[in-house]
């Protein structure tokens, strides 16, 4: 199950927000920001089990101005779950590449969004368990562009990109067009996913996409 809060625009201002991977002393901080801006509650064992296995990812977002979180992205290696299920038509995959990441939960403070900082955090948090994902000594080998749009690069070494998914209330308007802005489409519809949310629809979309680190962010 995720949820996302996030900003569509595509400013990322570098020089005053820093990402860094979540640390033990970060757990709780992190956990009251998701619970102030996503309706799912996550417990504790949540951002341990993002601590303690190489499979998964959390990223935190500090301001160069304060030391208090702003923002946040988990996310996950799918090891056994099939890439080909249920994805939407644009959603191509190159199957040798074996790379498939969830977003887990995703969201920014209203006081920073609009600056591409959930788009940042998308990209760094893909490029990260991609590098996890592949053996040491292994890099990447420029390849011929895409032969269409939304496919992924051929490459003899480290992945470019990856299969990316996240599940999406369906009352989430907002996070939907940012999806979609990043490649991400709707795929199916889940009914009852978010079975104890306190806002918003239970319903979920499954949105899926390839994700190209290559390509430059889209205006």
Request: hydrophobic share 40%; proline share 7%; with cysteine.
């Amino acid at each position: 199950m995720s949820y996302v809060d996030a900003d569509l625009d595509d400013q990322f201002d570098e020089d005053n927000i820093a990402l860094k991977s979540l640390t033990s002393a970060d757990v709780q901080p992190v956990r009251a920001l998701h619970s102030a801006l996503l309706p799912v509650r996550y417990p504790t064992s949540f951002f341990i089990h993002l601590l303690v296995h190489s499979s998964s990812i959390c990223l935190v977002a500090r301001a160069s101005t304060s030391n208090a979180p702003i923002a946040f992205i988990s996310a996950a290696i799918q090891h056994n779950a099939s890439p080909s299920a249920g994805l939407a038509p644009n959603a191509a995959h190159d199957e040798s590449t074996g790379v498939h990441v969830q977003i887990l939960t995703l969201g920014v403070l209203p006081k920073y969004r609009n600056r591409g900082l959930a788009q940042r955090l998308v990209r760094t948090a893909v490029s990260r368990l991609i590098d996890s994902s592949v053996p040491a000594g292994i890099t990447q080998v420029p390849a011929p562009p895409p032969a269409r749009t939304g496919a992924p690069s051929t490459t003899r070494g480290k992945p470019d990109g990856a299969l990316v998914s996240a599940h999406v209330s369906t009352s989430n308007a907002r996070a939907i067009e940012f999806y979609k802005r990043i490649g991400l489409a709707p795929s199916l519809e889940i009914r009852d996913l978010y079975r104890g949310v306190s806002s918003g629809s239970r319903d979920a979309h499954l949105v899926v996409g390839y994700i190209s680190l290559s390509d430059k962010i889209e205006p």
